[in-house]
């Protein structure tokens, strides 16, 4: 089994920042596509940046600019780092993995995600 940690989220103002981390836990072969999605009120999960187990990134185009994916393959780790923060980044923001946890089975899985609050 696998699991996905989420931490860092908190109450910020705008203009703010805030750095998320996610540790994959558990029988790891390999983790492929690392994800940060985002959910606010009344809305629809979003996918907010991903990147690639060689490093390749991807954002949404309301954070590009703003927010920066990272990961530690050695440590299973991925990193949302948020800055010029905007009230409405706020939502509960959820890690995503591919995990291989043999080298023939692969799934993806989520965290329980962790709640970010910008204040205006």
């Known amino acids: 089994q696998v699991q996905l940690v989420e931490s860092g989220g908190g109450l910020v103002q705008t203009g703010g920042s805030l750095r998320l981390s996610c540790a994959a836990s558990?029988?790891?072969?390999?983790?492929?596509?690392m994800e940060w999605y985002r959910q606010a009120p009344g809305k629809q999960r979003e996918l907010v940046a991903a990147i690639t187990w060689g490093g390749s990134t991807n954002y949404a185009d309301s954070v590009k600019g703003r927010f920066t994916i990272a990961r530690d393959n050695a440590e299973n780790t991925v990193y949302l780092q948020m800055n010029s923060l905007k009230p409405e980044d706020t939502a509960v923001y959820y890690c995503s993995a591919n995990v291989q946890t043999t080298k023939f089975a692969q799934r993806y899985y989520w965290g329980k995600g962790t709640l970010v609050t910008v204040s205006s």
């Open positions: 558990g029988s790891i072969f390999r983790i492929n596509d």
